[in-house]
């Protein structure tokens, strides 16, 4: 039997096993427990609306009361305090914004913005970049960790990071913010949202600058600040044509403008090293219930486009970097997806959910990069890479069950088939189990599964590194937690040991220079988390997260070292407090352990050392339409690196003034 025909037979052994239990008819499902509204309810773990109580999954919530009081400007603030999650930027606000879940890649994390894959497929490693994502008109956002690829396909090997944009309902109602500070910064944003009948319409329009500091990091005599401009419009527009079905339009439009500088360290301003881009996204969605909503399905329709510049010319401006091989430099990067997603859930007992989707997606890029001498030179030659439009393929098909006994012992299972165009066929499963012991209000959970993340059309078809002969990158990851909730004191702690093996990563042969599958990690682990809300006024959060992660990839110089930027111990404190129905005080702690890194002048390994930030928001309603807001960041003024060469802000202040009609 061919592995293709393997796969077949194992994904239809799974769906049937699957009905079996849903024609059994032997669970029922009561609503006598009365703690389910104490706690959130989410999507992203399940694609349907579930409670996390009944939940094996580790899953973070972020809501919009905490995305409103931080005063931040963007979402990779926002997400930097929260369990599991490390974060790199390369610089100022403005450059290369990384997030790191359990200790994997970056890109080993899938980012959906209300539905749209938002990774990149014009960068060579399909990663997602925050620096230029605002928090406008955003409701909540989950993180989901551990592989994810059985419901969500490639780049799901780590995790799943889903933003979920705001529903315009009730009047209309108008804001306009305005907002400065330090390095010159500034910021405003307009926005407008309600509902006219079957309409519900949200809409927001923002634009963010800073004069910056340098980008390459003063304390090595680099002085040139690095500025930048971001420019964004989304909207969520809805209309429901009755109880059981409505339609959705969601869109983005992104163009930004930053100075960079190519390398950190000592000679590293570069005032002539400019990076903008320009992305567009829109999805449609439609949902339907039928038979008493015992059959609901939902598909959908995205398109993304993503179109990035970089140049340098070293003939504009003095530049003296011991590196520079060549004299000017141009890159374009062209990318774009199409999505169609299909979803159904059957509701085939009242404790029995079946969820079974198909998802086709198509990839497409092309890529031109120029560099030459003003004056020829025979040791930095003229080079011209041009990657024509290429595109890939993938087919999926996914099955899940959720069931539910006696309200104590849930489980999710879930198996998937994909087809990519290029390696063929490739399975996903995941297997949740979760156990809810209600005499003491103590929940035992535990994770297995698999993800799998397809190579770049940048590997695939570089004239230069690529192959078409790549297979896909794997992981293989479990976790196993235990948590307790007290219900009346409204608090809950809770810890999980995780384990992820990370298999044929894409890797780069030196023998016959094209990227091969040889790479191998492995990331494992501890989270612990407590929370709490003892007075509605109150809110407490903390994290810790210990990772060990190492590079295990055979014959490998980097065998047994640890992976570059990730701590080893991180850990998040926030704390909210409405003192008066009209002002909000918070405050947030991020302590990161030591890292390694790679300084690049001397490609040996450097030592990053630990750090402290603690910041600070707080905002006063002078009147029901009048919000003053104010934000202090790194109020420590602590020196430190994210990435080694690189700047990083100090003591930071900044103020704005909201209008709210």
Known sequence: MSKTNFLFALFAIFLCSSLSFAQSGIIQKT??????????????????????????NSIS????????????????????NETGISFTRQGGNGT????YIRGANSSHTLVLIDGVEVNLTNDPSGVYDFSALPIDNIERIEVLRGPQSTLYGSDALAGVINIISKKGNGSPKFSLLTEGGSYNSYKAQLGVNGSLQKLNYAVALSTTGSDGFSVASEKYENTEKDGYNFNNASALIGYSFSENSEISFYTRFLKSESDNDQFGGEFGDDPTYLTNQEEFSIRGEGK???????????????????????????????????FYINDYSWAHYDGRKYKLDW?????????YLLTAGLEFETEESASE????????DPFSPDIASVIPMQDASTFGIFVQDQLNIEESFFISRGARLDYHSKFGAQFTYRIAPAFMLWETNTKFKATIGTGFKAPSLYYLYDPAYGNENLNPEESFGW?????????????????????NKFSDMFGFDYVTLKTINIKEAVTKGFELYIEAKPVDELDLKANYTFTDAKDTSPDSPDFDKKLVRRPESKLGVYTSYTFIPKANINAEVIWVGVREDVDFS????????????????????????????????????????????????????????????
């Open 288 to 322: 339907i219930k039928l038979f008493d909503g015992m059959w609901n399905q939902k598909i959908g329709l995205s398109f993304l486009r993503n179109v990035r510049n970089n140049s340098y010319d070293t003939s504009s401006a003095s530049v003296n970097y011991p």
């Open 343 to 351: 979803q159904n859930d059957f509701q085939l007992a009242k404790s």
């Open 369 to 376: 990069y120029y560099a030459y001498n003003y004056v020829p």
């Open 31 to 56: 609503d006598s427990v009365g703690y389910y509204k104490l706690n959130d309810v989410v999507i992203t773990a399940t694609k349907t609306p579930t409670n996390t109580l009944e939940l094996a």
């Open 61 to 80: 919530v972020i809501d919009s009361i905490q995305i409103s009081n931080s005063n931040s400007n963007n979402v990779f603030d926002v997400l930097k």
């Open 602 to 661: 001397t490609y040996q390994r450097t030592e990053l050392k630990g750090y402290m930030l603690i910041n600070f928001a707080a905002h006063y309603d002078v009147f029901d339409f009048l919000r003053l807001n104010a934000r202090v960041e790194n109020i420590l003024d602590a020196d430190y690196e994210e990435v080694f060469g690189y700047g990083t802000a100090g003591l930071s202040f900044y103020g704005g003034i909201k209008f709210s009609l």
């Open 479 to 499: 976790d196993l937690g235990i948590e307790q909730y007290l219900f009346k004191q409204n608090f809950s702690v809770g810890a999980t040991y995780y384990y």
């Open 96 to 99: 290369l914004s990384n997030l």
